[in-house]
């Protein structure tokens, strides 16, 4: 799974060079990083979607992942269980380490062999 808020922080870029809020990379445009040349707008912090550099693939790379935005987190959850599920799931993670999405795939699993039996 990519990082949350990943798909709607490059939106938010190739929106704004369409509406000219950022310039276009171009083959004049140099990577912050070590001066070749740029290739994309690279981002730290999905939480700041236009807050972007342009890097060369390479620096890119080394750069890593840039920090989640978690609302989109608390959005995809919020679909699918009720605010108080969410809350006592987020604190059972926090206590076990268990990750949520296995718990949730337990409790599946659970309910499918109480209903078959
Ligand atoms: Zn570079």
Known sequence: MPPLGMGQAHSAVAYAIKKSVLPPINKDTKCVDCGGQAKHYDHRDYNKPLEVEAVCQKCNMRRGPAIPNLKY???????????????????LNEKTGIPASRTIRDAIDQFLNTKRK
């Open 73 to 91: 987190k608390l959005v995809i959850q919020k679909h699918y269980l009720f605010k108080d599920q969410m809350l006592e799931l987020m604190r």
